[in-house]
């Protein structure tokens, strides 16, 4: 997935495809970035959507109609492709859709 560009005479922001990841809101004039920067050291990711849940199920593991799911930490979108579905110069609009993946940790219809 590629990275997505807004930008204006005071800011520019990147956005990346994988997790619809905010990766960097920069200061034209003075090229100040205002976004933690990745560093893997520390922690890799700057502004992941977390979805299904924020946080994390007890074991990695949750029950729903008597059924065992295993979901990671924060979810599963962050670590997806999005797909834009919009951009024009002052927007960005991603989706990420329930798919035979999705619904094999998350067993419920969405469009995020």
């Not at 204006?8 to 100040?32: C, F, P």
């Not at 920067?37 to 946080?55: Q, T």
């Amino acid at each position: 997935m590629g990275n997505y560009v807004l930008e204006n005479d005071e800011l520019k922001i990147t956005v990346s495809g994988h997790g619809a990841e905010l990766a960097s809101i920069r200061d034209q004039k003075s090229a100040l970035e205002y976004l933690w920067n990745g560093d893997e050291k520390y922690w890799g990711r700057r502004a992941p959507v977390l979805f299904p849940f924020v946080g994390m199920v007890k074991n990695k593991q949750y029950i729903y109609n008597g059924k065992t799911y295993t979901m990671g930490q924060h979810g599963f979108a962050r670590d997806m492709d999005f797909d834009c579905i919009r951009q024009d110069k002052d927007c960005l609009w991603f989706r990420l859709c329930s798919d035979e993946e999705t619904l094999s940790k998350y067993p419920f219809e969405f469009c995020l």
